[in-house]
């Protein structure tokens, strides 16, 4: 058995044999001398003259004259490949054209110029051709097989030393990828990244390694791959390049070899090799504009896999498809979209004809959509491409007309101008019967319901045999029926935090019949590579306990109030008492300057998320007068919401006036700001890298719980991990909210289209419309009769549906009241799952879609008054005491695992419950109620935890659905005696106790817990006996 084949040489050997067998020269080993490799030039001279002698021997004749004698002709072509060098060493930019100038790319994809003194200028092409996207391009298709794509092992790099570089790959002579390698047995793909840094430092003498002039620099291991496009010692950065291993990072293994194999044997091999160079590697220049502070972009694996798994399988099902693409936060979804909308736009089938007419890219976001479009103008492109929906020019821009009507074009445009261009290409009789490809951002928000719709109306290719002689209804179902197969266009989201609907909307069905992502980049691979923080390691959470009390002043009998509804007041009163909000905001500022101020050399960032307008506003108030109050002059809040509100001296403030500024997303990556404190907005799509903590004093809960806090998981050089101080939620929902995000997940089985046919005979049966009434509303709005048409039609379903609930107002009919309820919210129920089912189910039926047109309108127009609260009992409500304690401080809760559960599609016929009856008290109880909620630290502990304890208890009991039943059902006397009534007892019992330490000794006591079956028995009965439920009514 020998030793060597455990070796960094036969690791070597192997990799360059196989790339061998996949497109690439691998002559004499790849001895570097019989290459003739040039490390002062950093070329193959042989290679770069044999392809500008073939392909342009006009050209090459002007700079290397046939006339010249050795001696001659040896110095004109030193000199003419030392003009290469400094091409390629040069910045690359874009021309007015839309080529690339200068520069690796600049050289490869557009040419150069070689002038000379006393000789006309040599004018060279493309230093590589590309294989045509056109088959029948011979002369473009021959030329691509005439590059030389060459292998060489152990390469020089530096004259002044023996150093040499595993393996360099070539094209027509230019180095486009060096390989350091190290087998696992010996070391690790760490030894070949710390050998990047220490040994392969850029230098006067080793042009190889200066910035540009390779594409990319892999690290290589067995196991593990790396790469980065820009060497710069200890500087420089690694990212990792490897497929992911069922979620998380690194590489499955291999049946045939090295885990890594996938890197010579798949992207490095010629077709795949040559597709990077042509349609993804680029040059992105630095923010501030220095020549060396941009970098050459090679893709990210995923990023590569998930367009080419796209275009593929177009490839092979052909158009009409619809893929849902799951990455992360930090995944570079800008750059996946604009590479994946330039692949379709160029994509042609096996006619030579292109595959789509015109991709419509819609953001959710007009930061996204300048970002994106930024990303686009990098990628190798002609002039006017691209374009763009401003939010200026919309519809009303002649482009964007003529580049509809042309095709060939990548259309961009965000949520807000999306309706301007559906509007021009409903208005534009020869975009029918195109081919479309719409690449949607953030899917949940903008793709999933009217608005996929709508576009799906527009685009689609609507097939009826006689278009002359049809009939309104039968012109409607064809519509519906090429909405639902859709097979003109190719709807590619997305997302990073995708819906059920989503998933079942743009997923792929599998072999067992769930609906998954096609292409997926895991929360956990991201996190565990280093592209996103996990924001959920270091989470502190404070307890805010409340004392309030009534001091109605003269009052004989205190005031009966709806004591749900009073709970609720009373809680947002004291939420927003400027005591309670003064002591969160000292926790806040203290905490900023103690933990945050200091991190990233000053320049770090926090938020305070608020659950309103007026919350955000006294928080504002709060914290500027703590400040000043306390000195600090180095800290300066910001605060941001939509619109207006009326501050408390009664005047009306803004956002900008109360910042003294226009912009605060500008104004925030100023010196003087540090925290900005929003309502509702800079949640979700804002990036600053520098926001390190971030303070949470409102209810969150599914994606708006994963967006919100996802702000913190930018990376920034010197953050680490982020800081969560949070006043309302528990660190276990913030976790199960995560964990259905952190790793893939699937919606199981499929919704029942039939729901929406449920729906529809409990509108129909209703007694709210007629069927002529449905006809003649749908009938004005289709054929654009306008909005008092549709008025005049509309009028007397909503008279007999606002005159019956006035009259079960007045005769306190609730039966009725429940009816109408019943029927207001399935007309809600209908609209939503006509918008969804429709884009997947072929129904054939237009009266299903003119009832949709109703239900539409209806849910809009039927308004219920609701119940008139008495909210006066306020005056008299005080608070009385204030306490903030910490609960948990600096924990980490960051996850393992995602979720296992499906995700579930929602169900649209589930029937209207009723309305329930408000239980009215007095005020005393409902300050008793609150006090338990929120004791305050003052009050008699035994007292408090025990009033604290029954009020949990009964709250967890009272929604346990079977004790309800059983409690309907039953005596007291048979509830005492069920053995299901004790469990169920017991399992609040340990819930609560989960909550209250203090009473959790008692749960050994066999009597107590005897006790408490009785009480609740009796309560919990008498509670439904008085709603008239009981067996006992």
């Not at 300050?927 to 338990?932: A, H, K, P, S, T």
Request: glycine share 6%; net charge negative.
């Amino acid at each position: 058995m020998s030793h060597d084949q455990l070796l960094e040489y036969e690791f070597e050997s192997t990799i360059c044999s196989e790339l061998g067998e996949r497109g690439w020269l691998y002559q004499d080993e790849g001895d570097t001398r019989a290459a003739g490799w040039d490390l002062r030039l950093a070329l193959v001279p042989g290679d770069v003259l044999h392809w500008l002698s073939t392909q342009y021997p006009d050209e090459y004749d002007k700079a290397i004259p046939a006339d010249l004698t050795d001696g001659q002709r040896d110095k004109a072509e030193r000199d003419l490949l030392a003009h290469l060098t400094k091409e390629l060493s040069k910045a690359t930019r874009i021309d007015t054209a839309g080529k690339p100038v200068g520069g690796l790319l600049g050289v490869l994809r557009t040419g150069f110029t070689y002038a000379q003194v006393g000789r006309p200028a040599a004018k060279f092409g493309p230093m590589m051709e590309f294989p045509p996207a056109n088959p029948e391009l011979i002369e473009v298709a021959e030329a691509s097989d005439a590059v030389r794509l060459r292998v060489m092992r152990q390469v020089r790099f530096d004259a002044t030393t023996n150093e040499s570089i595993d393996v360099v790959l070539c094209a027509n002579g230019i180095p486009v990828v060096t390989m350091e390698l190290k087998t696992d047995n010996t070391q690790s793909v760490h030894h070949a990244i710390r050998q990047y840094k220490d040994d392969r430092k850029p230098g006067a003498n080793r042009p190889l390694l200066a910035p540009g002039r390779a594409l990319v620099h892999f690290a290589v291991s067995n196991d593990l791959v790396f790469m980065t496009t820009k060497l710069a010692g200890e500087n420089t950065v690694f990212l990792p390049f490897n497929q992911g291993n069922n979620g998380h990072e690194g590489n499955p293994p291999s049946a045939s070899g090295s885990a890594t194999n996938y890197l010579w044997r798949d992207i490095l091999a010629r077709p795949t090799f040559m597709r990077v160079l042509k349609d993804y590697a680029l040059y992105e220049p630095g923010r501030r504009g220095k020549k060396d502070d941009g970098r050459l972009v090679f893709p990210r694996f995923h990023q590569l896999r998930a367009v080419e798994r796209i275009i593929g399988d177009i490839e092979a099902t052909g158009p009409g498809g619809r893929y849902l693409v799951w990455h992360s936060a930090g995944s570079g979804k800008t750059k996946t979209i604009a590479w994946l909308s330039h692949r379709l736009i160029r994509h042609v089938d096996s006619q030579a004809n292109s595959t789509f007419d015109s991709v419509i890219v819609v953001t959710d976001r007009t930061v996204l959509d300048e970002n994106i479009r930024g990303d686009m103008g990098l990628v190798h492109s002609s002039n006017g491409l691209v374009v763009a929906v401003g939010e200026k020019s919309g519809a009303k821009s002649p482009q964007l007309k003529k580049a509809l009507i042309e095709g060939d074009h990548i259309i961009t445009c965000t949520l807000q101008t999306f309706p301007e261009v559906m509007k021009l290409i409903e208005d534009t009789s020869e975009l029918r019967g195109r081919n479309w490809a719409v690449v949607a951002d953030e899917a949940h928000s903008s793709q999933s319901g009217s608005s996929a719709r709508g576009l799906k109306a527009l685009l689609a290719d609507i097939d009826v045999e006689d278009p002359e002689n049809v009939s309104a209804d039968e012109l409607l179902a064809a519509k519906d029926s090429a909405i639902a197969a859709s097979s003109n266009i190719t709807f590619i989201a997305l997302t990073a935090t995708p819906k059920a609907k989503t998933l079942r909307l743009f997923g792929t069905q599998d072999e067992d019949g769930n609906w998954r992502a096609f292409d997926t980049y895991t929360m956990a691979q991201a996190i565990e590579e280093g592209f996103i923080l996990d924001v959920l390691t270091n989470y502190s959470t404070y307890d805010m306990f409340l004392r309030v009390k009534n001091e109605l002043d003269n009052s004989e009998e205190e005031p009966l109030v709806d004591t749900g509804h009073a709970v609720t007041a009373i809680v947002q009163f004291a939420r927003l008492h400027p005591t309670a909000i003064a002591q969160k905001v000292r926790v806040v500022v203290e905490h900023f300057q103690r933990n945050v101020k200091p991190l990233l050399t000053g320049n770090a960032r926090a938020m305070v998320v608020t659950s309103s307008r007026l919350e955000a506003y006294r928080w504002f108030e709060a914290m500027n007068s703590y400040i000043d109050t306390q000195g600090y002059t180095d800290i300066r809040p910001l605060v941001a919401f939509s619109g207006s509100l009326e501050s408390d001296d009664g005047e009306t403030v803004t956002e900008a006036s109360l910042n003294g500024r226009g912009d605060t997303a500008r104004a925030f990556r100023e010196e003087a700001y540090k925290v900005l404190i929003v309502a509702n907005k800079f949640q979700t799509g804002f990036d600053e890298p520098r926001l390190v903590a971030m303070y949470v004093d409102k209810k969150l809960s599914g994606i708006a719980a994963v967006q919100t806090l996802s702000r913190l998981n930018r990376t920034y050089p010197g953050k680490t991990a982020p800081m969560v101080v949070d006043f309302q939620n528990t660190p276990a929902s913030i976790e199960d909210d995560f964990k259905m995000y952190y790793s893939d997940a699937h919606v199981a089985g499929e919704v029942d289209p039939n729901s929406l046919i449920t729906i529809a005979e409990r509108l129909d049966t209703a007694g709210i419309y007629t069927m002529v009434e449905m006809e003649a509303v749908a009938d004005a709005y289709l054929s654009d009769a306008g909005g008092e048409a549709i008025a005049r039609a509309l009028g007397p379903i909503k008279e007999r549906w606002q005159a019956a609930w006035k009259r079960a107002r007045l005769s306190k009919d609730s039966e009725l009241k429940d009816s109408l309820r019943s029927f207001r919210a399935d007309t809600i129920s209908y609209r939503n799952a006509w918008q969804f089912l429709s884009q997947i189910v072929d129904y054939q039926d237009p009266d299903l879609h003119k009832r949709a047109i109703v239900a539409t309108l209806l849910s809009r127009n039927l308004h219920m008054d609701g119940n008139q609260y008495d909210d006066s009992y306020l005056e008299g409500v005080q608070l009385s005491g204030v306490q903030l304690v910490p609960s948990a401080i600096n924990e980490d809760h960051s996850l393992s695992e995602g979720s296992v559960e499906p995700m579930v599609l929602p169900g649209f016929d589930g029937e209207f419950r009723g309305g329930q009856t408000p239980t009215k008290g007095p005020l005393a109880e409902v300050i008793d109620r609150v006090n338990d909620m929120f004791r305050a630290r003052n009050v008699d502990v035994t007292e408090g935890s025990v009033a604290g304890f029954i009020t949990t208890f009964w709250g967890f009991l009272d929604e346990n659905e079977a004790a309800q039943a059983m409690a309907k059902k039953n005596s007291p006397s048979q509830l005492k005696a069920s053995a299901d009534f004790k469990n169920a007892v017991g399992v609040a019992m340990v819930r609560t106790c989960q909550e209250n330490q203090e009473i959790q000794s008692y749960m050994t006591d066999q009597s107590f817990l005897q006790n408490i079956v009785e009480i609740t028995a009796d309560a919990l009965q008498a509670h439904y006996s008085r709603s008239g439920e009981s067996a006992e009514a």
